[in-house]
């Protein structure tokens, strides 16, 4: 639609893509395959929870890897399987590099020394291989080798290195480019349309995303702004579906999904103007931990705790994701 209008290199640029949330979906269900035939040795995990947030097919299998290694900053879903826990340095307390758009080369260095002994992934993978560099000898050397070399006729690397460290970025000229729009590589789009039942839709709510923020009890608090609703997820259904289901604000519904042995119980909300063959669930409830909020009730109000002792706050539905075509 944007080609047809004419929208790429007016309104719409597509010359610097983003070279964030990059991640392989196939890659990732292929991992589900090795980890189910015995054939991980070592599994390291960083800045990622999978035992949570992944579909059956990868979460049920990660304790199949004979070591698993987590490198986070707190006990997690994941790390609570794991034989090995390495701490990670904070962002505020850690050198790293990035480039987040094409020919966008940026910098953070610490702010604040280091508060819990933590260490980035290239640290530890370093000492691993007997590397004994510190973090930013590690960086600057990649720098020199990997990144100065794309700048050619500009400042020698350590005039280079200091000018990217005070602007934060460097930036590649002539990489930014308008690529031209082949309309023959689109194909027609297929559908996912269920022949019976209704489509599942999950989704991320502002306030935790896909769990990141579950244990921020100001978060559990903030209300939908759709829903209204706090401290909890929810199967959303449309007044039509709800009336023909004969179901109302409050009831718990059963969902479970074809061909899946799992089955979930959440209670419903009727929302108006949700499609009639679709119910919508958030993600980033269910998380471990949360069961700590059992004693933060509104008691002196209802006289009810905001979830029983031993439970989470809502339902972990990310179980319930399937890979479709090599995606989630």
Same mark, same amino acid.
């Given at each position: ?21 990059? +991640? ?17 040795? &070592? ?11 992944? #579909? ?103 005039? %280079? %290195? ?16 308008? #690529? !031209? ?15 019976? +039942?209704?489509?599942? !839709?999950?989704?991320?709510?502002? +306030? ?48 479970? &999904?074809?061909? +899946? ?34 004693? &933060? ?25 399937? %890979? ?5």
């Amino acid at each position: 639609a944007n080609e047809l209008l004419g929208n790429y290199g007016t309104t719409l640029s597509i010359a610097r893509p983003s070279l964030q949330r990059r +991640g392989s979906d196939a890659e990732l269900e292929a991992l589900g395959r090795e980890l189910a035939s015995g054939a991980v040795d &070592v599994l390291i995990i960083s800045g990622a929870n999978p035992a949570y947030d992944l #579909p059956t097919e990868v979460a049920s299998v990660v304790t199949s890897a004979k070591t698993i290694v987590v490198h986070s900053d707190g006990l997690d879903e994941t790390a609570a399987l794991a034989q090995y826990r390495l701490p990670t340095a904070h962002a505020l307390e850690s050198w790293n590099d990035g480039e987040p758009e094409v020919g966008r080369f940026s910098l953070t260095q610490p702010t604040v020394p280091s508060l819990h002994n933590g260490r980035t992934l290239r640290e530890i993978l370093a000492r691993l291989a007997g590397d004994e560099r510190s973090e930013h000898a590690l960086l600057e050397d990649h720098w020199r080798e990997n990144v100065h070399g794309q700048f050619p006729g500009g400042d020698d690397f350590d005039a %280079f %290195f200091k000018r990217a460290l005070h602007d934060g970025y460097v930036e590649l000229e002539g990489a930014a480019t308008e #690529p !031209v729009f082949n309309a023959d590589a689109v194909g027609a789009a297929s559908s996912d349309t269920p022949t019976s +039942g209704l489509g599942l !839709v999950l989704y991320p709510k502002v +306030g935790m995303l896909a769990g990141e923020h579950a244990h921020n009890p100001w978060l559990q608090e903030l209300p939908d702004p759709v829903t209204k609703v706090t401290w909890d997820n929810y199967a959303c259904l449309s007044e039509a579906r709800a009336s023909e289901l004969g179901v109302k604000l409050g009831d718990v519904i059963r969902i479970t &999904v074809e061909g +899946g042995q799992e089955s979930l119980e959440l209670p419903v909300v009727v929302q108006r103007g949700q499609h009639d063959d679709v119910v919508a669930v958030a993600l980033g409830y269910g998380r471990l931990g949360t069961d700590r909020f059992a004693g &933060v009730g509104p008691d002196w109000l209802e006289g009810e705790p905001t979830i029983r002792t031993g439970e989470t706050i809502g339902v972990n539905v990310a179980q319930l994701q399937r %890979f479709i075509n090599g995606q989630v």
